[in-house]
């Protein structure tokens, strides 16, 4: 296995408190120091001008296979993935059959190992066939690989299941990852509820949909002293809500995704189905609690929801067309556009919520440059001004809100168990080729 020598980058390693400029060095697919390079080594990259990090973690993926194919694969997911700089994602379990057995799980796994991209780590499903009314077999997943348990597509709208799957996923060491909403109250709804809704005559999701099944969610986990994570947050109150629920020590965490911090209810006048997911864009003071709750450390992770879907389903009238964007390859653009740039959060704080959070949510040994620790690092260019293009993207999918935004940053190289796994233009194959003897 090769020795790679990542020379004169920014090293960013929130696990460690390092922020410098300092050489990296991987031998046999672990990280082997950082500042003290040894003289020689297989490839050397030049990352004068770059960010050198732990490979990016996206705890919140839908890879939709088995039975969306069309939409997406694993491989083809796992490849978006680096393309965006994440090393290893979470995949939701909202396929088809939905990941709701050991067996389910391992072929996730398998699927994974067979394309050799980003790593995938699944969550299952909370309920058999995520029909919220059976718990699945917790143990059973754990045993084949998931990592943590969810409906996501849905809510787990029964209190009484999500009691007892905070009960026993705690058994684990594993959290419950909510779709918080409650779905009485969004039936027919395509956007946020409010005066955008009423003047475009489209059926609306009540912000209070999402807070009242986040007071519920932190009321059971205080309850059982079981692990909840909230997913896709993106209102005021529930922002609110998981603040007050950390300050009284409950067990609670949360992730926001791009377009609820860049994007409100005001874009669905194009009726652009680009616009619609799920929760919806909501308003203005959201778009500002949900940044607020990154900045003071309410809301711990990013996470994309990355949702393809092909593109004649996405061409339906808004009505029909399903709800999700594409999110792995403008991650990084749009956290450096939204967060960055304005000075919300600085690199380090921005990449902690990418690399140590996501791994201390999901339980896996990863999102660090420790010495020992698997050479799994990402490298980004946060200057370099692009325009994205969804016609270049390599998740099969192109439905982003995205397209021709002006940007700088992006994923420059992904390096998994030691292997650059993705480059862009070739710059690496350059330096590969001024490797010392
Ligand atoms: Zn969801
Ligand atoms: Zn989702």
Redesign the pocket.
């Known amino acids: 296995m090769q020795t790679i020598l990542i020379q004169g980058g920014r090293v960013i390693d929130p696990s460690q408190g390092i922020d410098r400029e300092a050489d990296v060095y991987l031998d046999r697919g672990r990280v082997a120091s950082i500042g003290a390079a040894p003289g020689s080594a297989d490839v050397v990259i030049d990352a004068r001008g770059m960010i050198v990090c732990p490979g990016l973690i996206d705890a919140?993926v839908?890879l939709r296979e088995p039975g969306n194919e069309e939409d997406e694969t694993i491989a083809t997911g796992a490849r978006a993935a680096l393309a965006g700089g994440c090393t290893s994602v979470a995949c939701?379990p909202n396929t088809r059959p939905a990941i709701d057995s050991q067996g389910a799980a391992e072929f996730v796994v398998l699927q994974a190992r067979r394309a050799r991209q980003a790593n995938v780590f699944p969550v299952g499903a909370v309920s058999k066939g995520r029909e919220g009314v059976e718990l699945a077999e917790l143990g059973q997943l754990v045993a084949g690989g998931a990592v943590a348990f969810t409906d996501?597509?849905a809510p787990v709208a029964s209190a009484s299941l999500m009691r007892r799957a905070l009960q026993y996923a705690k058994m684990f060491d594993r959290c419950i990852m909510q779709?918080c909403q409650v779905l009485e109250l969004t039936v027919g709804g395509v956007m946020n509820e409010g005066f955008e809704s009423m003047k475009l005559g489209l059926g609306g999701m009540p912000a209070a949909a999402e807070d009242i099944m986040v007071a519920r969610d932190i009321r059971l986990a205080e309850i059982t002293g079981g692990r909840l994570h909230i997913?896709?947050i993106s209102t005021e109150r529930a922002v609110e809500l998981v603040r007050e629920g950390k300050r009284r020590g409950i067990d609670v965490t949360a992730e926001a995704c791009p377009h609820h911090f860049t994007l409100t209810d005001e874009r669905l006048r194009t009726f652009d189905s680009n616009y619609k997911m799920n929760p919806p864009l909501r308003t203005r003071p959201d778009v500002d609690a949900v940044i607020g709750g990154l900045r003071d450390g309410t809301i711990d992770l990013l996470a994309t929801?990355h949702?393809p879907h092909a593109a004649e389903k996405k061409l339906r009238e808004l009505d029909q067309a399903p709800f999700g964007i594409v999110g792995l390859e403008t991650l990084i653009p749009i956290v450096a556009l939204a967060l960055i740039e304005p000075g919300h959060l600085t690199w380090s704080g921005a990449i902690r919520k990418l690399t140590v959070e996501p791994a201390k949510l999901l339980g896996i040994d990863k999102g660090t440059l420790r010495p020992g620790a698997d050479a799994d690092l990402t490298i980004i260019d946060p200057a370099t001004p692009w325009t994205i293009d969804p016609s270049a993207f390599y998740s099969k999918s192109r439905n982003t809100p995205y397209a021709g935004w002006e940007v700088r940053a992006r994923a420059h190289t992904a390096i998994v168990a030691g292997e650059v796994r993705y480059t862009l233009g070739g710059i690496v194959r350059e330096s590969a080729t001024r490797a010392t003897p």
Request: net charge negative.
């Open positions: 919140h839908h939701m996501d597509g779709h997913q896709h929801d949702a």
